[in-house]
């Protein structure tokens, strides 16, 4: 029996570097995705990828993904570590989400290959599975949205996503938006390193004054060491600006949905200090080209790509991506995963 599953990629529209805070965000699933197709069987993975060279082969239960080659199969052997399959699988990797761009292709890989490997359960418990995965395969202690999107993506909305309390609700991306991904042409560099000193800083100033979800501006003023309170401080006004866009997006107000959007690059350029030349002035070229209303660097930063909100057919770069459904078997089908509607 031949097994095919599939998982998005995923664009995060407002809300970075804030996941790993307990704070909100509003990414979506999309229209690119990565598929896992092949015959469950035997006591070895086996796989290859139309899109990276080597094959990845691999026992049930691999000891250290973090060391496996080629690289990819980390990612593969991180999945295979968490849900311990009972049965092997060979079979092929095949993805339209461009590689190490930040659209999320690692969360794509993660939950395509755990549910050909077998995985059945809820989209919150698939999406944990494969993000301690990504931490096992990358040694970056990464937070959960990638895979929480991938996981739970609805066709035509976006999602409004609490990461204390994992709540998932879904927004209608309005009639008119276009939702546009320029890549800045610079590989995201450091990413690593640098997200790991992120965390701990947001974490240094939870430690001061409690979860950022909840804190006050006021409450910075609690924190000393500067550059802590400007991370802190990019950290709640994001959570506000992600609430503002959920009720902008909500009302059909682009041109209000997309001023936060400039204004979340801003605080990830000056307060976060995620971005880079090259990203700010795509931002800027994009924010001031007629149609578009607002653009921001998406995922990580330090490199990769460039969201844009947009009137229908003002751009003619990039991947203009549409809202999708999440994660799932297609053969054999599995029931799709269901979320709220916000408000409900
Ligand atoms: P992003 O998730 O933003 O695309 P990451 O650096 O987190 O970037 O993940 C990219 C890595 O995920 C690749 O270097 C590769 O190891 C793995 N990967 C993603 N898609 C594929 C694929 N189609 N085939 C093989 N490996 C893949
Ligand atoms: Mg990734």
Do not use: K
């Not at 035997?42 to 239960?61: A, K, Y």
Request: contains cysteine; glycine residues 12%.
């Amino acid at each position: 029996m031949t097994v095919h599953a599939y998982a998005p990629g995923r664009v995060n529209l407002i809300g970075d570097h804030t996941d790993y805070a307990g704070g909100l965000a509003v990414p979506m699933a999309i229209d690119l995705g990565t598929s896992v197709v092949g015959e469950p069987g035997g006591e070895r993975i086996v796989l290859h990828s139309e899109q990276l060279d080597g094959l990845v082969e691999l026992p049930l239960r691999p000891e250290d993904p973090a060391a496996v080659e080629p690289t990819w199969g980390r990612y593969v052997a991180g999945v295979a570590a968490e849900l311990q399959p009972d049965v092997g699988f060979t079979g092929v990797v095949r993805s339209t989400v461009p590689v190490g761009s930040g659209l999320s292709s690692s969360a794509a890989l993660e939950l395509a290959t755990a549910l050909a490997l077998g995985f059945r359960g809820p989209a919150r418990e698939l999406a944990a599975l494969c993000q301690r995965a990504e931490q096992r395969a990358s040694g970056v202690p990464c937070g959960i949205m990638d895979q929480l999107t991938s996981a739970c993506g609805v066709a035509d909305h976006a999602l409004v996503i609490d990461f204390t309390t994992l709540a998932v609700e879904r927004v209608p991306v309005p009639a008119g938006a276009e939702v546009v991904v320029v890549h800045s042409g610079e590989a995201r560099a450091l990413a690593g390193s640098a997200y790991a000193d992120r965390r701990a800083q947001v974490e240094a100033a939870a430690a001061l004054i409690g979860s950022l979800h909840d804190a006050d501006p006021g409450d910075l003023e609690r924190v000393d060491d500067p550059l802590v309170r400007r991370r802190a401080r990019h950290v709640l006004t994001e959570n506000a600006r992600v609430r503002a866009f959920a009720e902008a997006f909500s009302s059909g107000d682009l041109i209000g949905a997309g001023r936060l959007m400039a204004q979340s690059h801003a605080s990830l350029r000056d307060d976060f200090e995620v971005s880079t030349p090259t990203l700010d002035a795509l931002v800027e070229r994009l924010c001031a080209t007629t149609g578009v209303h607002g653009a921001r660097l998406t995922g990580a930063g330090f490199g990769g790509c460039v969201v844009a909100l947009t009137d229908p057919g003002t751009l003619d770069e990039g991947w203009t991506v549409r809202a999708s459904a999440g994660a799932t078997r297609l053969n054999p089908a599995s029931p799709p995963a269901g979320t709220r509607r916000r408000g409900a």
